[in-house]
């Protein structure tokens, strides 16, 4: 089997195993609407007023800037514990993957998306 045979194989793999559950929970699954199972509600009370409601951007940026820092950490500890076996070209790569996550903070921190209001 050539190697492009072998990433098809895992390429189409990959397709089937998330939609097979899927297409089986559809077919599989009962489906009994009803006016109860359609109604919307929140913790399992009815809502009181508007169900839409907007919420702050900052909110949504305040958590992507949490995330990129949580990401950061994960990758951190690798570099972290590898230190003293990495070679220079490792440490020049860590000190830039810190630089720039430095740079990121400080735009952050000039944007005031760090204010919690």
């Known amino acids: ?14 397709l089937a195993f998330p939609a097979v559950p899927i297409v089986a929970g559809r077919i599989l ?3 009994k ?3 109860m199972k359609n109604s919307i509600y929140e913790c399992g009370v009815e809502t009181v007023g508007d169900t839409w409601v907007q919420f702050k951007v900052q909110y949504y940026i305040f958590a992507l800037v949490f ?3 949580d990401i950061e950490a994960v990758f951190m500890f690798p570099w972290a514990v590898a230190y003293n ?12 993957f810190v630089a720039l996550l430095a740079e990121a903070l400080i735009y952050a921190w000039r944007k005031g998306v760090l204010e919690w209001v």
């Open 33 to 35: 609407p009803n006016k």
């Open 67 to 69: 995330l990129v820092f």
């Open 29 to 31: 699954a009962p489906h």
């Open 1 to 14: 089997m050539s190697e492009w045979t072998f990433i098809a194989l895992l390429f189409i793999i990959s």
């Open 85 to 96: 076996h990495l070679a220079l070209y490792g440490v020049i790569s860590g000190v830039i």
